[in-house]
């Protein structure tokens, strides 16, 4: 298609009556030209219709791109919210949903794991993260498929449009613009399309004709800001009278000012004299509680002196019993150096009999291995003792055995004559 003029761009198509109107109440409007309102429609895609097979499985395509765009941007919450959503979807897209978690989770953890420093430990990482994203991708396109196979959990699950993130839902308005791009860009014949640029162009006349008119305002606009300087001019001019007459005030008030000091002098002066009154009737106080003082002083010494005597006594008390305790103290230094001495015989008495002890766990130990291997000796005779009896036995048995079976075939032997002639009796019964 021909490139657009971007001053056409910037003005759409409802705006361009609102360009006509006048800018500015008493101001000549610029010139009119009206558009006809069919070439106005002629902007919108609305009233296109698809002419070709292939131009709508193109649109098909989009919208089921921009569907399947609408439940892949849900799918996060969906996964999320999965209890809330359990009895809605059903334990086949559930399974899908946990699965596809599971692969996002994989993935969330190979990208925050830090990169290996050898070469082949960062080739099997991203072979893995091929991998992942391959399996990611199959992943969700199972979820959409089993989500779009089922219209009314569709249009349940469009109303949750709150819980899309920002970015997915600039992402899908940026797509449904596209669509509509597309969508007049394929309905557009070259006729219309030549009528579109045309109507363009003339609406990019009026915006130049407008901007015109928008100077010739400015300009007006200029000559009114001059006006009004002038009038600021003669409003400074009032505002001069106005503090040249505050001057004049101020100087009265000065002349009012002296007078008040005077007056102020002279109560000052009245102050004075009743201060100087006051301070006489104050020293006379004064002289009468420096007799009080002095009174309090010579009671303040009085009990002085008692307390210095008490604290004599006091400190006498204290040195006596501190030399108690410095006796008492030396009666139990000797009595703790004796204890100490029968502690360190008593210690030495208690190494030797370690040593001892050590002696007579050795000596134990040899005697516990000696009786050990004589138990163990005594075991294995008992036990090749029984070995023997027990075989013994089986032989007298076996040779019991052997007389007894001995004996029964003796007894059993038949005579020869007897034997033979038993012998034919029985065939010739048989």
């Given at each position: ?290 007799a009080q003082l002095s009174a309090l002083i010579r009671e303040h010494r ?129």
């Open positions: 298609m021909a490139t657009e003029d971007p001053a056409a761009l910037q003005a759409p198509p409802g705006d361009v009556k609102q360009r006509k109107k006048p800018l500015a109440t008493g101001m000549a409007t610029p010139e009119e030209e009206t558009i006809p309102l069919g070439e106005l429609k002629m902007l919108e895609p609305c009233h296109l219709h698809p002419d070709s097979t292939e131009t709508e499985r193109i649109i098909t395509v989009l919208d089921e791109t921009a569907a399947k765009l609408e439940m892949s941007s849900l799918i996060p919450h969906i996964i999320s919210s999965l209890d809330k959503f359990a009895d809605v979807l059903g334990p086949e897209i559930t399974n899908s949903l946990i699965q596809h978690q599971k692969l996002s989770n994989e993935m969330e953890q190979l990208l925050a794991s830090p990169e290996g420093e050898a070469p082949m430990r960062a080739e099997e990482q991203q072979r893995c993260l091929c991998l992942l994203e391959q399996r990611l991708t199959r992943s969700v396109r199972d979820v959409l498929r089993l989500l779009l196979a089922n219209p009314s959990l569709c249009q349940a699950l469009r109303q949750e449009t709150w819980a899309r993130k920002s970015p997915a839902e600039g992402f899908i308005k940026a797509f449904g613009e596209f669509r509509n791009l597309m969508v007049e860009r394929l309905l557009t014949s070259p006729v219309e399309e030549e009528e579109k640029l045309r109507l363009l162009e003339d609406i990019s006349l009026q915006i130049k004709k407008s901007t015109e008119a928008i100077a010739a305002l400015q300009a007006e606009l200029a000559a009114a800001c001059q006006a009004g300087e002038e009038e600021i001019h003669k409003k400074d001019q009032v505002i001069k009278d106005l503090k040249t007459s505050v001057q004049d005030l101020a100087e009265g008030c000065k002349a009012g000012i002296q007078q008040m000091k005077q007056e102020g002098d002279k109560q000052q002066e009245n102050d004075l004299q009743f201060s100087q009154a006051k301070c006489a009737r104050l020293q006379e106080d004064i002289e009468q509680l420096g009085a009990s002085e002196l008692d307390l210095k005597q008490r604290k004599r006594r006091v400190e006498t008390e204290i040195v006596n019993w501190i030399q108690k305790y410095n006796t008492d103290m030396g009666e139990k230094q000797a009595e703790y150096e004796e204890v100490s001495g029968a502690y360190s015989e008593e210690k030495a008495q208690l190494s030797l009999l370690l040593e001892r002890r050590v002696v007579l766990l050795q000596e134990y130990s040899q005697i516990e291995e000696e009786r050990r291997k004589r138990q163990k000796e005594e075991e294995e005779a008992l036990e090749e003792l029984n070995t023997k009896t027990l075989a013994a036995t089986c032989i007298q048995a076996f040779w019991r055995g052997y007389l007894v079976r001995s004996l029964f075939k003796l007894k059993k032997k038949p005579k020869k004559g007897k034997g033979k002639g038993k012998g034919k009796g029985k065939k010739a019964k048989k």
